[in-house]
């Protein structure tokens, strides 16, 4: 038997055989995740930056540290009255009695991280998991060599073998890992990807929350200002050089208004990364396959009449891909039938909301839609019509930052949702208690069966 299925197994065993964490354990769990974070910001930032061969360390401690804190204290502030009982009408026709619903721990969770946002992906389900008071094993990505052996030093040293562990290795381990009998997997990471792990996971019966990806779009209306709308969309695609599993992955801009946009976001890129070669706020594609892809992606669009966009030459000196433009790229390409994830925004021209909503709806629906428009009425229409995991306003990103708002996905971009009470209760069994009072009136019906059952038909149902 493997290392990490021994520590299930301990997991497993000390999740059944005692009583579960009380609020004060809890609470000593998450100070001391806390405490984690607080006290390693530079070599966690470090690590990631080894991983990624330079990644901003700015961008690491906005993204990833400080909303991990933000979440960690969040969930403190609240944990008391998220465990409490919450009590349930009863109907008159089970009266006398009472009826609550307990938000207890399902054991021994599991949680898959990616490698585009490694700590953040696997700390914020941390979070949720042991305010529900779960124990929990956490696989980050064998992609994040260095972080992934940090994190694993670092939770060692501050928590039990049987209260939370990382798992190190390789995609064979990760296979594995996804096939123990977990009472809840959380996988991030993409569409692909997620398909097996639900498969390995149903071997189990094991519930799973996915949190994948998809072609996540940006729709600026008539009524906004091109300008505003290229500034946020610029930052949320380029940040992380893209490599973001919410950033705007193509923009739907009004036909007259897109060689405005085009110089908007390229205005924004140039005051954004000056010099993006020796720009230590511009982040590293995270490996060269990953970079070739990229390229060609963005090439076979050019060959097909596309009009390409970029602030500046390539350098050779670090796996990275400067800030792209493509107006108007083949439909059936790469650009437009992959998620992107890398700082390529395709832009696609339109002339009526109707084939905004048309093109949005013909594609399988997105972990994110962003919108632009200060027009209540076509706020309405546009939520209303085309579904996604979550939805930015005048923005990007943010919504994702809101702990007191759930975060996942819908059809291929994801099951599932957590973030602040609706992770806890994602990691919580809802369990249904009925006491009843002193006279129980069901039992006294019969059998056998007589007028009172009949006059109680007739009563409560209107049955003859």
Same mark, same amino acid.
């Given at each position: 038997?493997? !290392?990490?299925?021994?520590?299930?197994? %301990?997991?497993? *065993?000390?999740? #059944? &055989?005692?009583? +579960?964490?009380?609020?004060? $354990?809890?609470?000593?769990?998450?100070?001391?995740?806390?405490?984690?974070?607080?006290?390693?910001? !530079?070599?966690?930032?470090?690590?990631? %930056?080894?991983? *990624?061969?330079? #990644? &901003?360390?700015? +961008?690491?401690?906005?993204? $990833?540290?400080?909303?991990?804190?933000?979440?960690?204290?969040?969930?403190?502030?609240?944990?008391?009255?998220?465990?409490?009982?919450?009590?349930?009408?009863?109907?008159?026709?089970?009266?006398?009695?009472?009826?609550?619903?307990?938000?207890?721990?399902?054991?021994?969770?599991?949680?898959?991280?990616?490698?585009?946002?490694?700590?953040?992906?696997?700390?914020?389900?941390?979070?949720?998991?042991?305010?529900?008071?779960?124990?929990?094993?956490?696989?980050?990505?064998?992609?994040?060599?260095?972080?992934?052996?940090?994190?694993?030093?670092?939770?060692?040293?501050?928590?039990?073998?049987?209260?939370?562990?990382?798992?190190?290795?390789?995609?064979?381990?990760?296979?594995?890992?996804?096939?123990?009998?977990?009472?809840?997997?959380?996988?991030?990471?993409?569409?692909?990807?997620?398909?097996?792990?639900?498969?390995?996971?149903?071997?189990?019966?094991?519930?799973?929350?996915?949190?994948?990806?998809?072609?996540?779009?940006?729709?600026?209306?008539?009524?906004?200002?091109?300008?505003?709308?290229?500034?946020?969309?610029?930052?949320?695609?380029?940040?992380?050089?893209?490599?973001?599993?919410?950033?705007?992955?193509?923009?739907?801009?009004?036909?007259?208004?897109?060689?405005?946009?085009?110089?908007?976001?390229?205005?924004?890129?140039?005051?954004?990364?000056?010099?993006?070669?020796?720009?230590?706020?511009?982040?590293?594609?995270?490996?060269?396959?990953?970079?070739?892809?990229?390229?060609?992606?963005?090439?076979?669009?050019?060959?097909?009449?596309?009009?390409?966009?970029?602030?500046?030459?390539?350098?050779?000196?670090?796996?990275?891909?400067?800030?792209?433009?493509?107006?108007?790229?083949?439909?059936?390409?790469?650009?437009?039938?992959?998620?992107?994830?890398?700082?390529?925004?395709?832009?696609?021209?339109?002339?009526?909301?109707?084939?905004?909503?048309?093109?949005?709806?013909?594609?399988?629906?997105?972990?994110?839609?962003?919108?632009?428009?200060?027009?209540?009425?076509?706020?309405?229409?546009?939520?209303?019509?085309?579904?996604?995991?979550?939805?930015?306003?005048?923005?990007?990103?943010?919504?994702?930052?809101?702990?007191?708002?759930?975060?996942?996905?819908?059809?291929?971009?994801?099951?599932?949702?957590?973030?602040?009470?609706?992770?806890?209760?994602?990691?919580?069994?809802?369990?249904?208690?009925?006491?009843?009072?002193?006279?129980?009136?069901?039992?006294?019906?019969?059998?056998?069966?007589?007028?009172?059952?009949?006059?109680?038909?007739?009563?409560?149902?209107?049955?003859?």
């Amino acid at each position: 038997m493997a !290392e990490f299925q021994q520590v299930f197994q %301990s997991m497993h *065993f000390a999740s #059944r &055989s005692g009583p +579960e964490a009380t609020y004060s $354990e809890r609470i000593d769990r998450l100070g001391r995740l806390e405490k984690l974070l607080s006290d390693n910001v !530079e070599a966690l930032c470090k690590a990631i %930056s080894a991983d *990624f061969n330079w #990644r &901003s360390d700015t +961008e690491t401690k906005l993204l $990833e540290i400080l909303p991990l804190l933000r979440g960690i204290r969040h969930a403190k502030r609240h944990l008391a009255r998220w465990m409490k009982e919450e009590r349930r009408k009863v109907d008159l026709a089970f009266q006398p009695s009472r009826a609550w619903v307990r938000y207890e721990a399902l054991g021994v969770v599991g949680i898959i991280a990616p490698w585009n946002y490694p700590l953040a992906l696997a700390i914020a389900p941390l979070t949720d998991a042991l305010a529900a008071g779960n124990r929990v094993m956490v696989k980050p990505s064998e992609q994040t060599p260095s972080f992934s052996d940090l994190l694993a030093k670092l939770i060692s040293k501050n928590f039990a073998a049987d209260e939370v562990s990382v798992v190190l290795g390789d995609v064979s381990i990760a296979q594995d890992f996804a096939r123990l009998p977990f009472d809840h997997l959380l996988f991030t990471g993409s569409t692909e990807v997620g398909r097996s792990i639900m498969r390995a996971a149903s071997d189990n019966l094991t519930p799973v929350t996915l949190e994948l990806g998809g072609k996540s779009p940006a729709i600026v209306c008539e009524d906004f200002s091109i300008d505003a709308a290229a500034r946020s969309i610029g930052f949320g695609k380029f940040i992380n050089a893209g490599q973001t599993c919410i950033a705007p992955d193509y923009a739907l801009v009004p036909r007259q208004g897109v060689d405005q946009f085009v110089d908007a976001v390229m205005n924004h890129v140039a005051q954004a990364y000056p010099n993006p070669a020796a720009n230590r706020d511009y982040t590293s594609i995270i490996s060269e396959r990953h970079l070739v892809r990229l390229r060609n992606a963005v090439q076979e669009a050019e060959a097909a009449g596309a009009r390409v966009f970029q602030y500046a030459g390539e350098t050779p000196d670090r796996v990275m891909l400067y800030p792209k433009l493509v107006v108007d790229p083949p439909r059936d390409g790469l650009l437009m039938q992959e998620e992107i994830f890398g700082p390529v925004l395709p832009v696609v021209p339109y002339d009526t909301v109707d084939e905004v909503i048309a093109f949005v709806n013909s594609k399988p629906r997105p972990l994110a839609l962003y919108l632009f428009t200060d027009s209540e009425e076509m706020q309405s229409k546009i939520i209303g019509n085309c579904k996604s995991g979550g939805v930015t306003v005048n923005g990007t990103l943010l919504h994702y930052a809101m702990e007191n708002l759930p975060f996942g996905g819908i059809g291929p971009s994801g099951m599932g949702a957590y973030h602040g009470r609706d992770g806890f209760r994602r990691f919580s069994h809802a369990r249904a208690v009925h006491k009843i009072g002193k006279i129980n009136m069901f039992e006294k019906l019969g059998p056998p069966w007589g007028l009172l059952l009949r006059l109680t038909l007739r009563i409560l149902g209107n049955i003859r």
